[in-house]
C-alpha cells in the first residue's frame, strides 16, 4: 500500500506509464544511467550531459505545448536569458558563493521574462498561433540585439556581452562558500544533470496528473467549456507558461556552466524549433516522448556532425515531416499504444494500471 500511494502521485491517465512494470524499468534505467560515466569516462559523461541539459529543456515545451495548448517557440529566450545572466552574475562576483547564488538568480530572471511576456500576452487575449508568431519574434528580437552588443560599452560591471563573439570563461557551476564546496565538471556534472532532469520529470508526472493538471489538459482540449466550469484559463495558461520559462531556466544555467560560454546562437530560429521537433517526435503530449526523443535526436545530430555531414537539420526535418504526416501523436505514444495492446491481447491484462492496482480487478 505505501508503494501504491507513493507512486500515485506520480501517475493517473495523463501520462504514460503507469505500472509497476514501467517503475522497475524505469529504476533500472536510472541505474543504468547512473552507472554509465563509470563505464565510458568523465569527457564522454561529459558530452552527454548536454543531451540530458537539453531533455530539460524539451520538457518545458511539453509541459506548456502538449498539456496546455500553448505552442511557444520562445523557450529558448528564457534558456537564454538564463544562461546570460547566470555568466555575469558569477563573473562579476568572482567566488564559490557567487556562483551558488548565481543559479537561483539566473532562474529568477528567466522566470520573471516568461511571466511578463506571458502576461501581456494571455491577458491581452492572444491566443491560438498568434502566441507562437509573438514568442518566435520575440526569440529573433533577441537575436539581432544580442548579436549587436559587441563594442565595449555593451558591459554589465566587469563583464562584456560580447556580441557575435559570445561570453567566454563562464564556472562550472559550484555550491557552497570558499572552502566548503564542490564543483560540477565531467562525470560529476553528468550526474547532476542526470538528478536534475529525473527530478523534473518526476515533478512534472505529478503535475499534470493533479489537479491542476486536469485544469491545463481541459485547456488544451476546449478553452471555452474550461472556462464555464469557473476556470480562469488566462491564470492557468499564465502559471504555466511561467513554470515552462523557470524549467528552460534552468537548462540555461546548465549549458552555460556545460560550455563555460555563451553567445545569441541560443537565440537563433534553428535553436528555436528544435525543442518544438523534439516534443513532436517524441509525442506531444508525453513527458516520457520528450526525454527520449530530445535524447535520441540531439546524439544523432552530433554523431552526423561528427562524420562531417551537413544534412543533419535535413534528415531531422525529414524525420519531422514523416512523424507529423505516419504518426502524428509522437513515437513514444504509438508505441506504448501498440506494445499495450499487444500484451493485453496475449495476456488477458491491463498492465498499465496504477501499481498496487488488486489483480482480480485487472482481471475485469
Known amino acids: 500500500m505505501g508503494e501504491s500511494r507513493l ?5 493517473g491517465p495523463n501520462t504514460i506509464g503507469n505500472s509497476r512494470g514501467f517503475w522497475i524499468g524505469f529504476a533500472v534505467a536510472l541505474v543504468g544511467a547512473f ?6 569516462g568523465g569527457y564522454q559523461a561529459g558530452n552527454t550531459a548536454l543531451f540530458l ?7 518545458s515545451l511539453s509541459v506548456v505545448w502538449g498539456y496546455t495548448g500553448v505552442l511557444s517557440f520562445g523557450q529558448v529566450v528564457f534558456f537564454g536569458f538564463a544562461g ?3 555568466g555575469i552574475v558569477s563573473l562579476n562576483l568572482g567566488s564559490t558563493l557567487g556562483i551558488t547564488v548565481a543559479i537561483p538568480v539566473a532562474v529568477a530572471v528567466a522566470t520573471v521574462v516568461a511571466f511578463v511576456l506571458g502576461y501581456f500576452m494571455f491577458y491581452g487575449r492572444v491566443t491560438g498561433v498568434f502566441v507562437a508568431i509573438i514568442t518566435l519574434v520575440t526569440t529573433v528580437v533577441m537575436q ?16 562584456k556581452l560580447g556580441g557575435f563573439n559570445g561570453m567566454p570563461g563562464i564556472p562550472n557551476v559550484a555550491l ?56 480562469d484559463v488566462r491564470r492557468v495558461k499564465l502559471t504555466v507558461f511561467t513554470l515552462g520559462g523557470a524549467i528552460s531556466g534552468l537548462s540555461g544555467v546548465l549549458y552555460a556552466s556545460w560550455g563555460n560560454y555563451i553567445d545569441p546562437s541560443v537565440f537563433t530560429l534553428t535553436f528555436a524549433t528544435l525543442p518544438v521537433i523534439w516534443v513532436t517526435v517524441g509525442g506531444r503530449e508525453s513527458l516520457l516522448g520528450a526525454v527520449l526523443a530530445t535524447v535520441a535526436l540531439e546524439w544523432f545530430r552530433q554523431q552526423l556532425s561528427i562524420t562531417g555531414s551537413e544534412f543533419a537539420l ?20 504509438y508505441v506504448h499504444e501498440k506494445g499495450l495492446g499487444a500484451y493485453r491481447k496475449y495476456t488477458g491484462t491491463d498492465d498499465d494500471r496504477p501499481a498496487g492496482t488488486p489483480q482480480e480487478e485487472i482481471a475485469e
Do not use: C, H, K
Not at 144 to 159: P, R, Y
Not at 314 to 333: E, S, T
Open 7 to 11: 507512486l500515485g502521485r506520480f501517475e
Open 35 to 40: 552507472v554509465y560515466p563509470l563505464l565510458v
Open 53 to 59: 541539459l537539453y531533455a530539460i529543456l524539451g520538457l
Open 84 to 86: 546570460y545572466t547566470f
Open 144 to 159: 539581432t540585439f544580442m548579436a549587436q552588443t559587441a563594442g565595449s560599452e555593451w558591459a554589465i560591471g566587469d563583464v
Open 176 to 231: 557552497g562558500v570558499e572552502g566548503v564546496s564542490i564543483s560540477f565538471r565531467g562525470m560529476t556534472f553528468y550526474w547532476l544533470v542526470l538528478v536534475l532532469l529525473v527530478v523534473t520529470y518526476l515533478g512534472a508526472r505529478a503535475l499534470v496528473n493533479g489537479r491542476f493538471g486536469y485544469a491545463m489538459v481541459g485547456v488544451r482540449e476546449d478553452e471555452d467549456r474550461i472556462e464555464m466550469l469557473g476556470y
Open 314 to 333: 535535413v534528415v531531422v526535418g525529414l524525420l519531422l515531416l514523416f512523424i507529423v504526416l505516419v504518426v502524428p501523436d509522437g513515437i513514444v505514444p
